[in-house]
């Protein structure tokens, strides 16, 4: 049986069924995993633990406990705290870091939770810096349709994970569109929800006014699952909405409007001009614009918008990012945990040596502009500056809402790069973020589906923005797409797994 | 960016970095200065920063809570990562001459 092609409702059913165990389930793809290792996709794998957690919730599906999602393996980006499994952001500073404590993702998907078992911790750019995942200390995660070419960044291990068929859903962690593009680049369904849904704590912080975690599986149907069971209030996270719960599959498989009609009768597409500017490759205009089609043939209306400060985004973002940066990762000095320097002669040095050798170059560079723009004299000039036009900048999205009801255009200007390609120099692979920025600046949800395959065979990827907490139409409507299309389903041929 | 200047923010960021470094980061550091150096031709007058983007739709409020100890003493377990540690006690170079 091919368990990686499974859905997860189809994963639960065959569990409950007693078709297979969890711990058998389990041992399928850590197997798959142990046969791949050159995607370089996990940063640390523990059988051990991985089988205690099959085995409790193969007693909980014994007993009648089992929920939806019990007994079904899942992957965690390496920037969620976990007890069991190292916690090193992909970074040397945290080479051998053992967290005290599980972050709330894990806690609450994990056995005193929903019962999933941990397949072990995914690779991403160190400290969620990148959008590649060249930056990871460990060596980048490959894209698994072609491992001459990124996996995208920074959820990249994670990405690779679910399209190769080595864990059924993973977790990710998007700043300015970790879960977006590496999913677009591998061909898989992701989605970052709105601000503060999903409980920060125990995830390792890079920019935390713009982090949000979210889901990224092989469809809008799975990624719902897993939202309802990692998303809610949170009091150890200050920035968690004092929200009740939220249903984000209650939409999925209705029709937009009245039953009997068209699937997405009356939906307006808003298609912001900005997101179809020079700069924007042929072939993934032409893949947007034919779901664009698809979803007009599904009965929606597409409506010209227009969201002028968009190329701002670049500026804003790479200002309140780094400056949240330098702040969050002031904490490590080589004293409580991390990396410590071997040789200093006093404690300046000390911790000067042990983050100049413990963080990579990605890092330590986003550190001296964070510090730059909150010194004395450019405060105002940049961080108060940007805040200001990050405003505006979400000011304009509302504006585009009144017109429609979501938003669509491409998730990147271009499919996959070449590995080494880009990395050369940092402000070319920071314009290739133009169009996932702007959703974090504002808060907004944003999700990436399949919709195309390029020249080189890889993967392309439409992106869906919605309006604060509109994640359940988002997905209703991607599973509407999904029904209708086959790109999802694609995967990678050779998918690199020895026999 | 000149090397005086770096070396004062690889201070203020705790950092150190070599001379050869020196050079390539001033290169870069001066390519992203650049790069933002458009939000100063943006006119902002009158508008508010968005420091948490939920705002823009909803009154925050700061989140407090009770002020009583909700987590057990875990010493050990918080000290399992500590790269010097002594008898429960985190180790440092002296500070003191």
Avoid at chain 1, 269 to 274: A, D, K, L
Wanted: glycine share 8%.
């Amino acid at each position: 049986m091919n368990w990686h092609e499974k859905s997860l409702t189809e994963l639960s059913n065959a569990l409950s069924a007693k078709e297979i165990s969890s711990v058998e389930l389990t041992q399928y793809f850590l197997g798959r995993m142990a046969r791949s290792k050159e995607f370089n996709a996990y940063l640390d794998v523990q059988e051990d633990f991985s089988l205690r957690d099959a085995r409790a919730a193969d007693q909980k599906i014994a007993r009648g406990e089992a929920g939806p999602l019990t007994g079904i393996p899942i992957a965690h980006k390496d920037v969620f705290v976990t007890k069991d499994w190292k916690s090193t952001a992909a970074s040397k500073m945290l080479e051998n870091f053992l967290s005290p404590y599980d972050a709330r993702v894990v806690e609450l998907l994990g056995t005193n939770g929903a019962g999933m078992v941990c397949l072990g911790k995914t690779n991403m750019d160190e400290f969620a810096m990148g959008s590649s995942n060249e930056n990871s200390a460990y060596g980048a995660a490959l894209n698994p349709w072609n491992t001459s070419y990124v996996s995208g960044g920074s959820s990249g291990g994670s990405a690779v994970a679910v399209a190769a068929g080595l864990t059924p859903i993973a977790t990710g962690t998007d700043t300015g569109g970790s879960i977006r593009q590496p999913a677009a680049f591998c061909g898989i369904t992701g989605i970052k929800p709105t601000y503060g849904s999903v409980s920060r704590y125990g995830m390792i912080a890079y920019a935390s006014s713009l982090d949000q975690a979210g889901p990224m599986g092989k469809s809008a149907k799975d990624c719902a699952l897993i939202l309802n069971a990692i998303s809610g209030h949170d009091p150890r996270d200050s920035t968690s909405l004092r929200k009740g719960a939220m249903d984000y599959q209650g939409l999925i498989g209705k029709p937009w409007s009245t039953p009997g009609g068209l699937p997405l009768q009356d939906l307006r597409i808003g298609v912001p001009e900005e997101y179809f500017a020079q700069g924007l490759q042929e072939e993934v205009r032409n893949s947007v614009q034919e779901a664009l089609k698809k979803f007009e043939e599904l009965g929606a209306t597409c409506i010209a918008v227009s969201l002028p400060k968009t190329k701002l985004s670049i500026p804003v973002y790479y200002v309140l990012a780094p400056a949240e940066a330098s702040s969050n990762l002031s904490r490590y000095d080589g004293v409580r945990y991390g990396f410590r320097a071997k040789e200093y002669k006093d404690l300046n040095q000390m911790y000067e040596r042990s983050r100049s050798e413990g963080f990579g170059a990605e890092v330590k560079r986003r550190i001296l502009i964070g510090t730059y723009v909150l010194s004395q004299g450019y405060y105002d000039a940049y961080y108060l500056q940007a805040q200001k036009i990050r405003r505006i900048i979400a000011e304009d999205f509302q504006a585009a809402f009144t017109k429609c009801d979501v938003l669509m255009g491409p998730v990147a200007p271009q499919a996959a790069w070449k590995v080494g390609e880009k990395s050369k120099d940092p402000v070319e692979m920071y314009l290739e973020d133009i169009y996932t920025l702007s959703p974090n600046l504002a808060g907004l949800p944003a999700m990436s589906i399949p919709c195309g395959m390029s020249q080189q065979g890889l993967p392309i990827g439409l992106q869906i923005i919605g309006n604060y907490f509109s994640e359940a139409k988002m997905l209703q409507i991607a599973d509407q797409f999904q029904q209708n299309s086959s790109w999802h389903q694609l995967a990678p041929t050779n998918s690199g797994v020895k026999k | 960016m000149n090397i005086e200047e770096i070396n004062h923010l690889a201070k203020l960021s705790g950092l150190e970095l070599d001379p050869h470094q020196t050079k390539q980061v001033s290169k870069e550091l001066e390519n992203i200065l650049n790069l933002v150096a458009e939000l100063q031709s943006i006119d902002t007058t009158g508008v508010e920063p968005l420091f948490h983007p939920i705002a823009l739709i909803e009154q925050l409020s700061q989140a407090l809570r009770v002020d009583i100890v909700s987590e057990d003493n875990n010493r050990t377990n918080n000290m399992l990562s500590a790269p010097v540690s002594h008898k429960g006690l985190y180790l440092v170079p002296k500070v003191i001459e």
